[in-house]
Antibody
Framework: QVQLVQSGPEVKQPGASVKVSCEASGYTFTDYGITWVRQAPGQGLEWMGW????????NYARKVQGRVTMTTDTSTSTAYMELRSLTSDDTAVYYCAVGIVGGTSFFDNWGQGTRVTVSS | DIVMTQSPDSLAVPLGERATISCKSSQSVLYSSNYKNYLAWYQQKPGQAPKLLIY???ARDSGVPDRFSGSGSGTDFTLTISSLQAEDVAVYFCQQYYTTPYSFGQGTKLEIK
């Protein structure tokens, strides 16, 4: 079955960077793009963007454009999301997601989430 | 950008009764070339990742109980749980995937009355 396993929680100081990983299994990694969604404490879901695992195309949300880089390592079926110049507003649980049915549109498989805390 | 607005923000329904959640989009998410509404619904329980329930506004994902149904078109959508079960206590989100940036509603918290 499809599994997405994310890296562990992170605590970062303001201005630092964080890199979250998402290891995929149970399907052909390059067949489906990876999407990243975050959820601030007690808040809703925010789409951050997606990356093609086939040709490295990306589509980032304007809110994080310029601070985010999404990459993949096809040799290990792992996707990465790096966010730079962190502020307290970036404190959130970060999810990777894949749409086996929906492609990069809607998501039937999610990672367990990675909590990122930005605090001095 | 498309703004998704859900109502109500919270809802308490007796066990076995019907629960209805509304989702409105700031512009139509109906794609005229294929007559599909680019709208999904998710369920999120505390401490868990969201779970896909409905896509294309009314198609149930595999394994989703048939008490969950989605309806609507254009800008107005509804998620209905026909007979509320204890395990349905969760926050429910709608999502448009008509155009990027994809966007979610703010969520509706569903509880047992």
């Amino acid at each position: 079955q499809v599994q997405l396993v994310q890296s562990g929680p992170e605590v970062k100081q303001p201005g630092a960077s964080v890199k979250v990983s998402c290891e995929a299994s149970g399907y052909t990694f390059t067949d489906y793009g990876i999407t990243w969604v975050r959820q601030a404490p007690g808040q809703g879901l925010e789409w951050m963007g997606w990356m093609s695992t086939y040709n490295d195309n990306t589509n980032y949300a304007r809110k994080v454009q310029g601070r985010v880089t999404m990459t993949t390592d096809t040799s290990t079926s792992t996707a990465y999301m790096e966010l730079r110049s962190l502020t307290s507003d970036d404190t959130a649980v970060y999810y990777c997601a894949v749409g086996i049915v929906g492609g990069t549109s809607f998501f039937d498989n999610w990672g367990q989430g990675t909590r990122v805390t930005v605090s001095s | 950008d498309i703004v998704m607005t859900q109502s109500p923000d919270s809802l308490a329904v007796p066990l076995g009764e019907r629960a209805t959640i509304s989702c409105k989009s700031s512009q139509s998410v109906l794609y005229s070339s294929n007559y599909k509404n680019y709208l999904a619904w998710y369920q999120q329980k505390p401490g868990q990742a969201p779970k896909l329930l409905i896509y294309w506004a009314s198609a149930r994902d595999s394994g989703v109980p048939d008490r969950f149904s989605g309806s609507g078109s254009g800008t107005d959508f509804t998620l209905t749980i026909s007979s509320l079960q204890a395990e349905d206590v969760a926050v429910y989100f709608c999502q448009q995937y008509y155009t990027t940036p994809y966007s979610f509603g703010q969520g509706t918290k569903l509880e047992i009355k």
